[in-house]
């Protein structure tokens, strides 16, 4: 099997080691500089047969079980995130970090608060002037992907 495919250049987020750590025990493939990571890698049977797998982005979700839901962290394309009740879009230093429902910011135009593996605060449109204040704190965004920690009294006024 030949090796993954990486980009030709100095990948700041790795460091060009292929991982990206989470913490003394865990890593997972960087996601800037082996491009083969973005697929799909979920594995739960979808609606519609799928013979190769498909581009995903990497989400944090509550996957439903016969009791309670489980968190998901990983990469998932278009299908399998329907199979989620719930998800955001999440960067990878955040993996293993977040609490589910604890939230974060991220800017897409507009500065969302986002609860992690729920997704949008139901009144982000409210807390959107604050959180547009909390992000000018920062020089660049502490996560990548335009995702920044959200203040502790920004996420207080939070509706689920």
């Known amino acids: 099997m030949d090796r993954p495919a ?13 991982v990206v750590p989470l913490d003394d025990d865990r890593t ?4 800037l500089c082996n491009n083969w990571w973005t697929l799909c890698l979920e594995g739960v049977p979808t609606f519609v047969p799928i013979i190769r797998p498909y581009r995903g982005s990497l989400i944090a979700g509550m996957r439903p079980t016969a009791t309670c839901e489980t968190l998901f962290e990983g990469y998932a394309c278009g299908y399998h995130k329907a199979m989620l009740r719930s998800y955001s879009y999440i960067a990878p230093p955040m993996v293993g ?3 589910v429902g604890q939230a974060y910011l991220a800017v897409q135009g507009s ?15 409210e807390l959107e002037d604050a959180a547009r204040q909390a992000i ?7 996560y990548g992907s335009e ?12 509706v689920r």
């Open 147 to 158: 995702l920044y920690p959200c203040p502790a009294e920004l996420a207080a006024q939070l």
């Open 111 to 125: 500065v969302f608060v986002v609860r992690y593996a729920y997704g949008e605060a139901g009144n982000w449109q």
């Open 136 to 142: 000018g704190a920062y020089r660049y965004a502490p």
């Open 97 to 99: 970090r977040y609490q």
């Open 6 to 18: 990486r980009l030709p250049i100095d990948c700041p987020r790795c460091e060009n080691r292929g």
């Open 28 to 31: 997972i493939a960087c996601p």
